[in-house]
């Protein structure tokens, strides 16, 4: 039980580390488009994407307060986003939704850590 315990409370701390990893490139690229920098919007994109992939297919591992069927809105809203190259849809999306469900799975990740 111990081990199990052990392991979740490693896993909710990395889990926290990659959400401020993906919230930090969320204001990266919307940096990027605020400055009209198109070339550099999508640098780090590859890193968003794998830290967004883990947090979503580890998360409900250690949460059952977290319901990940709301991503799945923001993330088609993404893609639309990004398929016609509607920037202002993207930062939107990124500030306005993603991000700040990030910091609520990271505020209730650090709850549970606390309640451990």
């Known amino acids: 039980m111990d081990n199990n315990k052990i392991t979740n409370n490693e896993l909710i701390n990395e889990l926290i580390e ?4 993906v ?11 605020y400055k009209g920098e198109d070339n550099r919007i999508f640098d780090g994109l590859d890193e968003f994407i794998n830290g967004l992939d883990f947090i979503i297919s580890k998360i ?7 319901d990940i069927k709301k991503i799945d809105e923001i993330l088609i809203s993404l893609e639309k ?5 509607d920037y ?10 993603l991000k700040p469900m990030l910091k609520r ?8 850590l606390g309640n451990a």
Do not use: P, R
């Open 23 to 33: 919230i930090k490139k969320i204001d990266d690229m919307c940096h990027n488009i």
């Open 81 to 85: 986003a990004i398929s016609i190259k």
């Open 88 to 97: 202002v849809l993207l930062t939107d999306v990124l500030i306005y939704q």
């Open 18 to 21: 990659y959400i401020d990893f």
């Open 105 to 112: 799975w990271g505020e209730l990740l650090e709850t549970t």
């Open 60 to 66: 409900s591992y250690v949460s059952d307060d977290i």
